[in-house]
């Protein structure tokens, strides 16, 4: 694969991220409902605080999603920046989960936790780590063996999401009218 038809893959794989990034997080797809905005704005600023259930018990389900939902963001700002030193290649991740959190609040969609900066932000710097870790092992060869993988895992979440997405908004308002 050629390195300019390589980068426009990494483009074009990193373009179907974003917005897949943007339609979890911002509209909660593939399970969209019309409440997505409940009008009520929440800023939570202690972390962790609301990671409890009622018995004290942390609750690690929501962290660890929103850790692996951001992992994709490090390698792909590896792939893209390679040059850039860490500090560089973190402050987009925590300026895109700042903008996210933002976001929710402008639009009361979903609560604006620092929680989530937290995970998201740990999640981008366990990507970039996998790239470093990646890159050791394959050398010039990892942006190629990233893609190949990308490629393929973009495919299958891509399918899972429209198959939940049909399931969410087609066959389940069929059973409830």
């Not at 339609?23 to 990671?51: A, C, H, M, T, W």
């Not at 860490?86 to 009361?108: C, D, H, N, R, Y």
């Not at 495919?155 to 969410?168: D, I, Q, T």
Request: proline share 4%.
């Amino acid at each position: 694969m050629k390195s300019e038809k390589r980068n426009t893959l990494t483009i074009a794989l990193f373009v179907v991220y974003i917005l897949l990034l943007i339609g979890i997080v911002l509209f909660k797809l593939p399970f969209y409902s019309p409440e997505i905005s409940d009008g009520i704005r929440v800023i939570n600023l202690i972390p962790f605080q609301g990671s409890f259930d009622e018995n004290g018990t942390l609750i690690l389900r929501e962290i660890i999603q929103n850790t692996l939902l951001f992992i994709p963001l490090g390698i792909y700002i590896c792939m893209l920046k390679s040059k850039w030193p860490f500090i560089k290649k973190v402050l987009p991740i925590i300026g895109l989960t700042l903008s996210f959190e933002i976001i929710q609040f402008i639009f009361a969609m979903g609560r604006t936790d620092i929680t989530d900066v937290l995970d998201n932000t740990l999640g981008g710097v366990i990507g970039i780590g996998i790239y470093a870790l990646l890159f050791k092992i394959f050398k010039n060869r990892t942006v190629k063996v990233v893609n190949i993988l990308a490629l393929v895992v973009t495919v299958c979440v891509v399918v899972r999401f429209a198959h939940l997405f049909y399931l969410s908004h087609f066959v389940m308002r069929r059973l409830h009218p």
